[in-house]
């Protein structure tokens, strides 16, 4: 495809689900999301739960990680769902996130966090600082769900406004900067 074609196509968004604790609520909250961004067309999208995609904790090379990392180098944004555990995000994402190097550069990352009273948005915070590390760009909106299990219903649906609504908020800031970033790896290769 010229560069032309590929500048008009949809970018290929990764959804990291980053819980991999028996009883999560991850999936729900990442379902949910799945389907607000599977309805824009502005993305492809596809999914790493790394609760069905394990990788080494000492960060050995395996199959695993070469298809992860092959995911990774093959899109243009990502977003990480990610749980709050003891003010921190869960080991399994900083694990995944360590996986990988090069594949990240140069590529935004959005949150959609989850937890109790501060909905995750302490993890998200710290998320922020690792993403720098590793040459991503972090787009200014999130989206948080507070007292989470109170936020959906039986569907896996939530009235939570906020949410709805930054959803689509993170969505346009993902695919601006999605967009303008593949055009500036496309012209020049990240100098990571």
Do not use: C
């Not at 495809?1 to 008009?8: D, F, H, S, T």
């Not at 399994?92 to 948005?121: C, M, Q, T």
Request: net charge positive; no cysteine.
């Amino acid at each position: 495809m010229n560069r032309l074609g590929r500048a008009q196509s949809p970018l290929r968004l990764e959804v990291i689900v980053g819980s991999v604790r028996a009883g999560r609520f991850a999936p729900t909250v990442a379902d949910w999301f799945l389907r607000a961004v599977r309805a824009n067309p502005d993305f492809d999208t596809g999914t790493l739960d790394l609760a069905e995609f394990p990788l080494p904790q000492d960060l050995s090379e395996n199959d695993a990680v070469r298809l992860f990392r092959s995911r990774l180098a093959a899109a243009d944004a990502f977003v990480l769902v990610t749980s709050e555990y003891n003010h921190g995000y869960p080991a399994a994402l900083k694990n995944a996130i360590d996986s990988a190097k090069h594949e990240w550069r140069g590529k935004p990352v959005g949150f959609v966090s989850y937890g109790g009273v501060s909905g995750g948005l302490r993890a998200v915070e710290q998320l922020r600082q690792v993403v720098a590390e590793v040459h991503m760009v972090s787009v200014r909106e999130s989206v948080s769900f507070h007292r989470v299990r109170g936020q959906f219903g039986a569907a896996g649906e939530t009235a939570d406004g906020a949410a709805i609504d930054g959803a689509g908020r993170m969505l346009r800031q993902l695919s601006w900067w999605g967009r303008a970033l593949r055009t500036a790896r496309d012209a020049d290769p990240y100098p990571g």
